[in-house]
């Protein structure tokens, strides 16, 4: 039983090593898309796409997490992704 358990911890700690590795690709990628969107004079948040965004995920998700769940988590993803970008421009801005 001990064992049975610590097989399934090791599988949630590379579940996790992942997960983080794709959260930190998204996060490069929304700065890159937020570094374009500035450059284009275009506004940081787009309330339309992340309603797609987040409708997306609540309808592909398979269970057990369920639609709430789901929101929450992208939810804050989306703020993740967005206090990454106000904080990389006043990084770059205290530079200047």
Do not use: T
Request: charged share 40%; proline share 3%; net charge positive.
């Amino acid at each position: 039983m001990v064992a049975e358990i610590e097989r399934w911890r090791d599988e949630i700690d590379a579940i996790d090593g992942a997960l983080l590795d794709l959260l930190n690709q998204r996060a490069r990628l929304a700065l890159e898309v937020g570094r374009r969107k500035k450059d284009a004079g275009l506004p940081l948040r787009d309330l339309r796409r992340e309603r797609q965004i987040l409708q997306r995920a609540m309808r592909a998700s398979a269970g057990p997490l369920g639609p709430a769940a789901v929101e929450r988590l992208f939810r804050a993803i989306l703020a993740e992704s967005r206090r990454a970008a106000r904080s990389r421009r006043e990084r770059r801005q205290s530079c200047a």
